[in-house]
């Protein structure tokens, strides 16, 4: 079944070709993009059990030995997250088609986002770090065009930053890459770790700390986080939800990687300083905030922190906790952004100040919002609460106190600027005129993908025993640096 | 206003540029079709030759890329789902992805020829490379041509306003043509 792990990549970009050959005819886009990416989700979920029944899958491009080949590589964690992102990405696509706005409209949507899907899908099973990196450049240059579709000031000002940004990041990872190669005559992943082990303890801290830089910048860390809340929220809605489902935790899972493969045995004090100053900045920004898609933005910052915080404490059971964490995280982030779209398409405008008593207008879409805004607070029995157990527990196991105390005042925190987007949004006297037909009811398509996507977090609490059995799987695949070279180079 | 007038154009540069692109059209083939097993590439040959393009661009201003008359866009995905297609073909016979499959000929004369399905890879990739690069010289001329007609805008607003220093200050104007 191997073959099916290229199928994940070059699917989703013989798309975006056709959709520029289509260029002219945006119905034939819209089919191309939505044929592709049901099909990529539908690989993503062919591997995701062939993986988890057979153990890794490795697909050498060329067919040449795979200590000489491209590297495709898919172990439990990369098919887990290729899974759940290409189902995010198809969830956001019908939401996009649902919300018939100018964006979508825009002859480049569909081949970046398709392009974007390819990205998405090469960086999570890519096996070597220089094709991560090349992953990681295909879907930052289609998030550059998804980021300024409709070419407004507010678009191209943000869009600066942002590509300003990520291309320092760039410059640093790939200098990092070369680096490493220089170091151990390698990129292969299944290659590194028995060779960086060997390296002088100064050059692997220095390796392990450019890496870190260039995926902390991409996953918004602590103190490289300030281009998030700033270019988030200036995207269209459909764009948002899928950068703010994904994209960072794309980072975050280069982070998983590069941590627990390459570099084992770090000391990683800083690291978890770094989680906790992520986590309280992150809420402190958001309770701030009065626009929503701002506290939502400054929430993905606060809520990585969570994550890197499983990282730094390290072990098994840290990193499935941060897994299961992730896996949670990204459909309960898209479904709030995609709540935040409904409600912008429908009032014009998602400003606290303007908007008043949506729960009295549509109960539905309050239920909508709230029960992702608990979980992501972390309320009893929402998902949230046993992504945050998870990682707490594991906390108080190893001793650290001080970040399991900062993780729960967070928590709290959280919930704190959650009710901030409540009784601004959704409690009191509707303004304006009451129509009676329903939020919902008025877009059937946008409206059914959020449900959708909301049932999603949902029953990943109610199947949270068997989920979180499969995170621990993971977890120790991705901590036997032996059994993935075993895998890769036999 | 956009340069078609041809006055501010160096001959010297215009003919240069006439004897040197059949060159940079040959040698960018050749660097694609070399990129089999030596230095060179799809890549490399497409940069080549879409040095061609600005080269032409630079020399005889936007007529140079609209006479083409092809639509960057249609290259950049016919180039992409061909390297997409023969990437994805060798894995319907049970081999790899971006599997290469070599043919060798006995044509009279020459001697061995050897043909391999990568150079269609590479083939697309060249096509790609040119595509983006002439859509990025498509953009730069609408802009330009786009400045141009705000600045004849703004002329035309003036002169109906009455001013004096209306009349073809070349200060004002310069920013379509010089190039």
Known sequence: MTELLPLAIVIPLGGAAAALLAIRVRSVQRIITIACTVTTALIAVAILLDVDSNGTQVASMGGWPPRIAINLVADRLSALMLTIGATMLLAVLLFAVGQRADDERSRWYHPAYLALSAGVSGAFLAGDLFNLFVFFEVLLMSSYVLLTLEGSDSQIRSGTTYVVLNVVESLVLVTGVALVFAATGTLNMAELPERLAALPDGVRIGLNLLLLIAFGLKAAVFPLFSWLPDSYPAAPSPVSAVFAGLLTKIGVYAIIRTQTLLFPETNRTLLLVIAGLTMVIGVFGAIAQNAMKRILSFHIVSQIGYMIMGVALGGTAAIAAVIFYMIHHIPVKTSLFLVEGIIERDTGSSTLDRLSGLARRSGPLAALFLLPALSLAGIPPLSGFIGKLGVVTVGLDQGSWWIVATALAVSILTLVSMLKIWTGAFWGEPAGPDHDSGVLRNHPLMSSVTIAVVALTVAIAVFAGPLYRFAERAAADVTTPAAYEGAVVP | ?179
């Open chain 2, 1 to 179: 206003m956009s340069g078609t007038d041809g006055t501010r154009r160096s001959m010297i540069l215009a003919e240069t540029v006439n004897g040197l692109t059949p060159v940079l059209l040959a040698f960018s083939i050749f660097l694609t079709f070399r990129g089999h097993n030596a230095p060179g590439g799809g890549f490399a040959g497409g940069l080549v030759m879409a040095a061609a393009v600005i080269l032409r661009y630079l020399a005889s201003g936007p007529e140079a890329v609209r006479s083409l008359r092809i639509d960057p866009i249609v290259l950049i995905g016919a180039g992409l789902a061909l390297a997409a297609l023969v990437g994805t073909w060798p894995l319907l016979d049970g081999g790899e992805f971006l599997e290469s499959s070599i043919w060798k000929f006995h044509p009279p004369l020459i001697g061995e020829m050897k043909l391999v399905s990568s150079s269609l890879f590479d083939i697309g990739v060249h096509v790609l490379v040119v595509g983006v690069v002439m859509a990025v010289l498509v953009a730069f001329v609408e802009a330009d041509d786009e400045v141009a007609r705000a600045n004849a805008a703004r002329e035309e607003l003036r002169s109906n306003a009455g001013h004096d220093d209306a009349s073809g200050d070349p200060g004002t104007t310069t920013s379509g043509g010089e190039r």
